[in-house]
């Protein structure tokens, strides 16, 4: 924030800076008003700062050290040249820097820029080179390297890494960092298009696939999956659960189930709204697919119309070992399907009830109890939806045949599924948020 003097002490007048550059507001101050101006936008705020620093960072070794700061926290020595960039408020027994994200991202654009010579008129004196004589890209390379193969990274800490990748835009860094990414572990974490663009802009570079990927919970909708589209066949095991994905995506996936290059041998759609005509796309997929050992359609919104092609193709495939679709509202032609789908492929573990596995049951278990203790769960409506589904699965099965495989502890097991299902749709909790 500013007073007046300030902006006049740098030859600025308030009547000529726009309104959309900075506001003006009054604010008490002890007995009196006193006339202040903040930045608009605090984007453009730190987007300012992240300049300043681009250009005012002259060796190496001190743009290493501020990004140590920026993301991790470690606050350098005072005698460093930093000193001046650091806040008189940052103590070093703080563990991480907060919301720093954005300005992290502004500064490794604003760096590129500078490498680039797009700041030659700013910037005060040339960047020092480092005893081993690598320039910035190799440098930086070799700490995201760093981070990625040394540090055990949080969620948000890895996705601000992607990004800071990005912005950089230099393959040099980016290729020595990919390949040291293995799984990636995104859970519950929101994903913008622009999120999975990073995503997808780095690990390109990688010679290898990823063991996992996991984005459940992380809304990227048919436009994320599609950003992601050319490294997910590098993906062995992908977890996509509660994604708002819809037959677009089903369409999409299938594709990467058929391409020469796919080694997906985990898939987990549960909880997104493939419908009848998406499954129908993942069923033909699979007809030609030779990797997925398992694949998991659980509250899919499968209708007996996406059984129709499921038998013939699934009898064609050699990989697939465990299929599960429960929650889905197949009728009873759906469920001969399923049978003669057991009798067709007899090496197949077919779930099509809730009953039908124990481990199945303790997962759905794990995951009422999960929302019981997560507020942001609890409210939405995706797991709202899930949870009626899953109920009205259990009810049709407490009245429907026993299957094969069926067992009294499972029965057991499904009784106290639907009661907490029960008791946690009936909780006050759940009521509040449908009003």
């Known amino acids: 924030m500013f007073e007046r003097r300030d902006l006049e002490h740098y030859g600025l007048a308030p009547k000529d800076i726009e309104n959309t550059f900075l506001s003006q507001m009054l604010v008490p101050l002890e007995e009196n008003v006193v006339e202040m101006f903040s930045f608009f936008h605090l984007t453009i705020q730190e987007h300012l700062a992240a300049l300043y620093c681009a250009v005012n960072l002259l060796k190496q070794a001190d743009i290493i050290m501020a990004l140590d700061l920026w993301c991790f926290g470690e606050v350098p020595p005072p005698s460093t040249c930093l000193s001046p960039l650091l806040s008189q408020d940052l103590h070093p027994n703080q563990t991480r820097v907060e919301n720093p994200q954005m300005f992290t991202r502004f500064f490794m654009g604003n760096l590129r820029t500078r490498l680039e010579g797009q700041l030659n008129g700013l910037v005060p004196a040339p960047l020092e080179v480092c005893a081993k004589q690598e320039d910035l890209a190799t440098r930086l390379g070799r700490w995201f390297q760093a981070q990625f193969k040394d540090r055990k990274l949080a969620n948000h800490t890895a996705q601000n890494l992607f990004h800071c990748l990005m912005e950089f835009h230099m393959k040099e860094a980016t290729s020595m960092a990919a390949p040291e990414i293995k799984r990636l572990n995104l859970f519950k974490i929101k994903l913008s298009v622009v999120d999975c663009a990073a995503l997808h802009y780095v690990l390109q570079f990688s010679p290898h696939g990823l063991t996992e990927l996991n984005l459940g919970y992380s809304n990227i909708g048919s436009r994320g999956l599609t950003r992601l589209a050319p490294i997910l066949p590098c993906c062995e095991s992908l977890y996509l659960r509660y994604n708002c994905l819809d037959r677009e995506a089903a369409i999409l996936e299938s594709a990467v189930l058929k391409s020469n290059k796919c080694q997906v041998k985990k898939l987990f759609m549960c909880g997104n709204?493939?419908?009848?005509?998406?499954?129908?796309?993942?069923?033909?997929?699979?007809?030609?697919?030779?990797?997925?050992?398992?694949?998991?359609?659980?509250?899919?919104?499968?209708?007996?119309?996406?059984?129709?092609?499921?038998?013939?193709?699934?009898?064609?495939?050699?990989?697939?070992?465990?299929?599960?679709?429960?929650?889905?509202?197949?009728?009873?032609?759906?469920?001969?399907?399923?049978r003669d789908l057991r009798c067709r492929r007899p090496e197949l573990r077919v779930i099509g009830n809730f009953v039908d596995d124990q481990g199945l049951l303790q997962a759905y278990l794990d995951w009422v109890e999960e929302i019981r203790a997560d507020r942001d769960q609890m409210d939405s409506v995706k797991n709202a939806d899930a949870l009626q589904s899953v109920l009205k699965g259990l009810q049709v099965e407490s009245v429907g045949e026993r299957t094969e495989g069926w067992r009294e502890d499972n029965t057991t097991k499904a009784l106290e599924l639907e009661a907490k299902i029960l008791e946690l749709l009936n909780s006050p909790t759940y009521l509040a948020g449908v009003r």
């Not at 129908?280 to 398992?294: G, H, I, P, R």
């Not at 679709?325 to 001969?336: A, H, Q, R, S, T």
């Open 273 to 338: 709204n493939l419908g009848p005509d998406g499954v129908l796309e993942l069923w033909n997929a699979l007809e030609q697919n030779s990797t997925v050992e398992e694949l998991y359609l659980d509250i899919t919104g499968i209708t007996v119309r996406g059984t129709e092609n499921m038998v013939d193709s699934l009898s064609k495939n050699t990989s697939l070992k465990t299929l599960t679709m429960v929650g889905n509202d197949i009728g009873e032609v759906g469920k001969k399907r399923l």
